[in-house]
């Protein structure tokens, strides 16, 4: 996951692996790289949703496959701005949730406290320095882990019992049961020989930290402007900013943060994609219905239609069929495992040497494709092949597609980027590659 997180350049704290570890059990994450990007899908305020970090812009077959994936209602976290473009091509809702925008700060200004408008917290900073002159800063490492837990009580009990408070005690337990894996810095702040604040994050990109907790005494004037800017000069040089999370929404703490002065304030958006109908994965118990569409659609003999569909090697878990909002079935995408000599025995005669290096690929074949009259030229076709794109680029080098001469589906082949191998006296065989689509 790091692998994307680290080098996407996206400094929101939502990607920093050791948030997401940490919070994994409340959000029950689950998490795959597709098209080179860390894809999140996790339950958020009783709904599944779906964070992307990726250093490019969100493709329409990964959209695609996220809208399949959902079943149609597709909810995406996280967004920056300039990101929410990428939906150009969807009927779509952004909503900005500027409660979840993350603060980010130069390192160096939360170290230096330089200029007048931050004189306010120099005077905080030298206010603390004036009434603790012996107070000490201890990089944060296993054994203060109890003075953590100490401070983090005295902290949690003046807010009162909570299941948030509940959670995040789950959650920071985590984060020390796994501190050296994670790669976790953190830093404290002793008065007397205890521990009056600490702090602790993790980086999120190369160039930027993430301030993951910071806990400090309220009765100790300084306590939480000390470990701030402490704790950010002993940050390694390497990172350029610290993204101090969002303000959840509460005044004082919104005001607390911008008066440091941010120097990015990260958008967050969330996008919502409803489609009005639903893919779903094809079964055997769906042959009468692909035989009904088939000769429906292309005049077929029945019989003979119906012993293709028993002997063709019909893929059914990756068949798909669309179903509309009112349980109507709008669409079928067929796809049959049959190999070529299987479909026309003249390529043995013809073609041995391609038919040869053919078989030594993996390929499967589109059988049929077929919308509704009333949802063609609408993305139908689209999100059917899209639904089921990253397994068949899993398991097949291509796709085999024949096509019947008097059939009028060549040109829409080959917009895709089909390419013709072969032909007979009957067929167009099409072989359309993953670099096509």
């Given at each position: 996951m790091q692998a994307v997180t680290l080098n996407s350049g996206r400094r929101n704290c939502n990607y920093t692996f050791a948030n997401l570890l940490g919070w994994q059990f409340w959000y029950k994450t689950e998490v795959c790289v597709l098209q080179g990007a860390m894809v999140l899908r996790y339950i958020y305020e009783g709904e599944r949703a779906y964070?992307?970090?990726?250093?490019?812009?969100?493709?329409?077959?990964?959209?695609?496959?996220?809208?399949?994936?959902?079943?149609?209602?597709?909810?995406?976290?996280?967004?920056?701005?300039?990101?929410?473009?990428?939906?150009s091509s969807f009927k779509y809702e952004v909503e900005p949730l500027p409660d979840l925008f993350d603060y980010i700060y130069r390192r160096t200004d939360l170290a230096l406290l330089k200029g007048g408008h931050l004189q306010a917290k120099r005077n905080h900073v030298n206010r603390f320095r004036a009434n603790n002159p012996d107070f000490e800063y201890r990089p944060l490492?296993?054994?203060?882990?109890?003075?953590?837990?100490?401070?983090?009580?005295?902290?949690?009990?003046?807010?009162?019992?909570?299941?948030?408070?509940?959670?995040?005690?789950?959650?920071?337990?985590t984060i020390f049961s796994n501190w050296e894996s994670l790669g976790m810095i953190g830093g404290s702040i002793f008065v007397n020989g205890s521990m009056v604040a600490f702090s602790y994050g993790a980086a999120v990109t190369n160039d930027t930290f993430d301030i993951c907790v910071e806990k400090a005494d309220r009765n100790i004037e300084g306590a939480f402007a000390i470990i701030n800017q402490q704790f950010a000069s002993h940050l390694p040089e390497q990172f350029i900013y610290v993204n101090r999370e969002d303000d959840m929404g509460l005044p004082g703490l919104r005001k607390?943060?911008?008066?440091?002065?941010?120097?990015?304030?990260?958008?967050?958006?969330?996008?919502?994609?409803?489609?009005p109908y639903t893919l779903h994965r094809m079964t055997p118990a769906d042959a009468t219905l692909t035989v009904d569409w088939i000769v429906r659609q292309y005049g077929f003999d029945r019989a003979e239609v119906e012993t293709w569909v028993r002997d063709l090697h019909f893929n059914w878990p990756l068949s798909v069929k669309a179903i509309d909002n009112d349980d109507k079935v709008i669409g079928l995408l067929n796809m049959s495992d049959y190999r070529i000599e299987e479909e026309t025995e003249q390529i043995l005669k013809d073609a041995p040497e391609l038919l040869a290096s053919l078989n030594a690929q993996r390929y499967t074949g589109v059988f049929s494709f077929i919308v509704a009259p009333e949802y063609r030229g609408t993305r139908l076709n689209y999100d059917m092949l899209m639904s089921i794109l990253p397994e068949l680029k899993s398991h097949y080098d291509f796709i085999f597609i024949p096509v019947m001469h008097r059939l009028k589906t060549h040109a829409y082949w080959q917009r895709w980027g089909a390419t013709e191998f072969y032909r007979d006296a009957e067929s167009v065989y099409y072989k359309l590659t993953w670099a096509k689509i």
């Open positions: 964070s992307v970090c990726t250093a490019d812009n969100l493709t329409e077959e990964l959209i695609s496959a996220l809208l399949a994936d959902s079943g149609g209602k597709l909810i995406v976290y996280a967004l920056e701005d300039s990101q929410v473009s990428a939906f490492t296993p054994e203060l882990f109890d003075e953590c837990r100490r401070l983090t009580g005295i902290w949690q009990g003046e807010k009162g019992a909570s299941e948030t408070i509940d959670v995040e005690r789950q959650v920071m337990e607390a943060k911008l008066s440091y002065h941010p120097e990015i304030l990260l958008s967050f958006n969330v996008v919502r994609i409803s489609m």
